[in-house]
Each structure stands twice: as C-alpha cells, then as structure tokens.
C-alpha cells in the first residue's frame, strides 16, 4: 500500500472520524451495555471508511482506515480497547474483502463490502469470548441457548436456525445500507470539496 | 530516545559515553549543536517494544492454546510474570489517578458469580449443571481470572509501548505512511471537534432535529466531513512544501531492547509447547 501525501492525509481524516466515533459514542455505547451496539457502531464506521473509499478509490485504503481508527481507539477512556482494536480492524478486512472481490466502483460493491464488514461483529463476540472468557463461558452460552429454546417450546435445532437468521440477517441489512448510503454520500462529498466526482 | 534536562550536563562533559547523541556541525561562526541521532532502531534498556508485545502476545496464546484443565496454572504463571514485570499496571488498572476504578472489581465479581447464579437458579444444565456448584464455583473463578489476565496484559503493553512505536511496527510490515496519518489525525481530532460543534449549534439554531432528520443528519456530516478535509488539505500543502514524501521517508524508529530476542523465542517455545505438548 502506496499512497501520495493527499491520500494519506484524506485517509487520516477519515481515520480520525472513525477512531473519534469510536471513542466518544463507542465507549458510552458498550459500557451501557444496549443491545445490537456493536452492529450501530460497525455500520457506522464501515459508513465513514467508504466515504474515504471514493476519495481514495485504491485497493487497502478501507483497511487503512480501520488501522489508524484501531489505532486511535488507544486513546480510549478504560482499559476494555482489545477487543474493539481487533473488531475494527476485521471489520475494515472483511469490507475490503469485499471490495476487493466485486471490484469497488459501484454502490452494490459498497453495499457488499458494508455488508461483509458489518457480519463480522456476529463473529466478534464468539472469538473475543473465547479468548477473554475461555471455554467455560462458551459452555454457559450453549446451556443457556438449549434452556432458552426449551422455555419456547422449539427444539434446539430449530432455535439455532431462527437465531442466526435473525442474528446474521440483521447485520447484512444495516450494512448493506450504510454502504449503499456512503456511495451516495461520498458522491456529494466530493462534488462539494472536489468539484468533481473523482478524487484530485 | 529521550533527551532529559538531567543528562544535558553529562552529555555535555563526556560527548562519547552517549552513542545516541551526535555532533552536528554548525554554520559559519556557531558552535558545534549537540543533537539526538534517530536511526531506524534506538536502545530502550532490557525490554523494548518488541519484548512488550512478545509478552502480550505470549498472554493471549497460552490463554487461547491452553487445554482447559491447565487454565488455572497457566493463568496464575501468567499472572505472576505480569505482577512482575510490569508492577506498576495493576495500580494503574485498579486505581488510575489515585481514585479507585470501582467497575472493574464489579466485573470481575460478577463474572466469577455468573455461574453460580445461573446454576442456582437453573437456568442452565448441560456441562455446566454436570459439575455441581463447585464445578460452577470454580468456572466462575475461571473465568474471572482469565479476564483480569487480558485486562492487565492490555494494561501492560498500552503503558509500555506508545502508539507511534505501534504505528512503526505497522509501517514496516506494510502500512506506509501510517505514521505520518497517526500525526495528522491526532493534529485532526481538535479541529474536528471544533468543527463539529460550530455545525452542530448552527443545526440546533435553525430547528435542529425536529423535522426533515435524514437531511439534517447528512447536511451535519457533509458539513463536519468538508471543513476538515478544508483543513487536511492544508496540512497536505504544509507537508509538501517541506518536501515530505511518503515513498522516501523512514518508519518511526522501533524501540530495540537486550532481552527481546529472547523474549520472543521463549514466548513462542512456550506456547508451541502448551499447543503440542498440553
């Protein structure tokens, strides 16, 4: 990854966007604890970094977003920060995977990569669970899904199927639009401060 | 490395016992200036940035490759090794500034309870429920234990490393210029947030919220995102006009230390050893 001076400090913006969503918002969100938090705050970040997609429209300029927000999220208040770090990075991954794979110069490519980037945080908990909680707490999480599903009158496997869906579907939803908002967003940004509809 | 106010006497009596600090000539009729050499790697003592993360990283292996009967040995050894190479993070971690950080000990208490609870009010069976309440007792405990390990292991690394070494180590395995953007976003975050308030009461002044929303939100982005990119724009022409160029510029330089290569044989050795050997 070779940028010029311009893109790197366009990067920087956006980075600095994404670690200061992070910080400010993120840090009150986990620690209230609300449901879906890490889905808002995922979709909002993947929104930020391909916004910066269009004006740095070069393969690893997401996935370097995601490393100077990761970065940024040091400055976070408390010491609960790895597993952000590692969710953030991962999620500018997976949507940079995406981009790379359907070419990132439409807003379908943009919906895919948020899509992809934001699914990640359905993984996130199980991975970081494991590694912050062990295997005992992985144990509790499947005790408590079978009481679950027995106090609704489903049968384990069904249970699994229906929570997934929901789970999973969810995700791809939220992601999808905030990469469909930021191809149009981007758009706009960069007839404004451009112009024109491509980066100078 | 760091140039005290304390070491300035001695540099100045005995130039040759500091490696790191150099004499630069100076121009016509000024005196020779004393200055720190940065070259790509600087002494930092015993342990430099690569044996805090090999540490860290020796932390997160045993807790993810150790069989589950050998947790509680491996956690206290890492808790151990933790409490005494890094002495001061647990003050840190518990009592930042003086003040106690309540919440943590909260955590951890309810971490170690959670399955207590959850037995005695049979919510769960399974593995769980198979191992009666000392079974639970000693799950919790676990589990606790594990997660002020990570806790203080984060703690540690983030006390012992700075984010501009983390910044070089990134550069060197592939992120180009990600120093020099770590330097301007941090520049960025006060212009941000200046910029972000002044769009934001102008919002609030002309009705904020209450009607046409969506609109209103993506006027406030485009507007905080447009004015500090105004502003990147001209820290970009700054760093033009001083002729930085990202494809010459060396990565900030990594602190090195005596142990560390020995530090990441044994880390690695060690959790080689857990995976194949249990």
Redesign the interface.
Known sequence: ??????E??????F???W??IEIVPGSVLHAMGLPLSGVVMAASGLFVAL?GRR?VPRAGSVL?VG??AA??K??SVG????GPMIGIFAEAGMAELGLLATGGGSALSFAVAGALGVCWTAAHPFLTG????????M??W???L??ASRSMGMDAGQAVVWVVAVWVGARVVAGAAAGWVAWG?GR??LE??YGTQSSG | MELRAADEGAIRERPESFPGVKEVPGCRGCEPVRAVAIEGSEEAGWVGTVGHLSVFAWVVGLSVAAPPGRMDVLGVLCLAMLLIGYPGAIRRLFFPGGQIRLWLPVLLASLAAFPVLLLSFGWVDGELAAGGRRGAVFSGLRIAERALVLVLAVEAVTSSVDIAQIAGILERIGFRGLGFSLGVAANLLPSLHRSWVCARESLWMRGGFRAQRWRALRLLFLTVVGNTLGRSREIAVAAECRAYDPERSRPAPVRKGRLDGWLVVLCVASVLGVIFLG
């Not at chain 1, 990854?1 to 311009?6: A, D, E, F, I, L």
Request: avoid cysteine; glycine fraction near 8%; charged fraction near 10%.
């Open positions: 990854m070779r940028y010029s001076t311009r790197l400090v366009s990067l920087a913006v980075g600095t966007l670690g200061a916004v004006f370097f490393a100077l970065l940024l040091l400055f010491s609960i920060v790895l494991v590694v912050l909680f062990g295997r005992d707490f144990a509790i499947s005790g408590l079978d009481a967003v706009v940004l404004r401060v």
